[in-house]
Each structure stands twice: as structure tokens, then as C-alpha cells.
């Protein structure tokens, strides 16, 4: 029996860090597997298609917020000085890192903070700024961002009302927000995030910085668990 053999070609390509390079795979006349970033004939199969640059002259924003449309909309704020305090005082019931979901117990990345409070409490943003979005966002319920205007945007969300309106300013201590429970959420509690560009800074205002969210920690608190609050609301949380 006649044995085949296959040849694998790999071209590499380097190009200036303008270009925009996507990779075709195609079988020559010799039966030779060959990749290119300029197919010339038809056949070829797109097997890697290369990430455009990010456009110049825009903020650089966390992928699961850009659908808020804050991307478009500058800061203008001046510079604030933040004190790294949370937004509001209460329990914390989940922290920033992967966690089993309260709701499905599906493992998946938990952005921010969550501090359980009793519905209708005062939430106040941590610094000075401007409001780039007030409104109901899926899982988020009600949702409110501050644009600082150092590259710093912070988000509260599961709101039972927003007291602000896009491109309000706040000075860091009148409310924006009563907490609640909109959204995807088990109980009354602010769901908070803190993000300078698409770096995720949320922990550090945890008064013992980041190492509380650590994979270590979260491993050993991350059963759930039922908590009666003060108020009488039942709620969710994987920190005892």
C-alpha cells in the first residue's frame, strides 16, 4: 500500500504595526498545506483573522461595558483625589475573580464587589466626576457610572432607583443612587466596579487591597450560604 506523506508550509510575516494581517490556508498543486496572509486563488480557508489595532483618539474601556456606548463620550471632569473607600458601608458578600454563580453555580468572572445592604440606602460615588450612564442595563438592573476624569470610571448597579441623569456632575458626596435588587441579583445589594482603562482596580478599595480577592481565599468561602439581613430580606453570598 502506497503511504502519503503531508507537508505542513508555514509562512510567518512581519509587517508594520499598522497592517492588518489575516491568515488563509490553502493546498497548492503539490498537495502541500500552505498559510498566507494574500490568498491568490479561491479555496483558501481564513484561519486566523488578526485583531484590529485600537482606534486612535479613544478611551480605552472594559470589553463588557463598551455596549453603554461611555466609550464615546470624553471625560471632562478635572482630576479628583480619590480616597480608596467603598461606596457604602455594609457586608461584603462576594469579591472581584472567578466565583461559582449564587444564582446557576456556574464558575464565571465576578468584575466587582458586592456589599450587602438594606434596600433604599443611600449609595454615594467614591470620588467626584460626571455621570457618562444612567439607566437599566440587562443583568445590571439600574446602573450608574462616574467618569473621574483621570481614566478612572467606577459603576453601581441593582439599584432600585438612579437619582442622577447622564452627564450630571457629582461632587462624591450627595447620593446618585437607593440600592435594591434589579437585575440578576438574590437580594438587596450594591454590585460595585472600579476600572482605569481596562485594568480592573476594584480591590483596591477594600481596606486590605487586593489580596483579599485572592484564588486562595476565594476557594475556601466560595459555598453559598443564606443570609436573613436586618430588614428581613433574604440574600446570597459565597464569603462567610
Known sequence: MRKSTLIIAALVIVLPREGVADIYRYVDEEGVVCFTDAPGKSGATLVMKERP???RGRRSIPGHLAATGIGEKPSQASSPTFSPTLP??????SLVGLRHDPINGNLR???????????????RPVAPGRVVFAG????????????????????????SVNLVAENDSVDGTSPIALSGSTGRSTGPHLHFEAWRGETNITSTF????PSMGSASNRRKVDAIRRIVQADGTLYLSNIH
Open 136 to 159: 437599566l442595563r440587562g443583568g445590571y438592573g439600574n446602573m450608574v457610572i462616574v467618569d473621574h476624569g483621570d481614566g478612572t470610571i467606577t459603576l453601581y448597579a441593582h439599584n
Open 88 to 93: 457604602v458601608h455594609g457586608r461584603i458578600s
Open 53 to 55: 489595532a485600537p482606534r
Open 109 to 123: 468572572e465576578h468584575h466587582g464587589i458586592d456589599i450587602a445592604i438594606a434596600e433604599g440606602t443611600a449609595v
Open 206 to 209: 477594600l481596606a486590605g487591597g
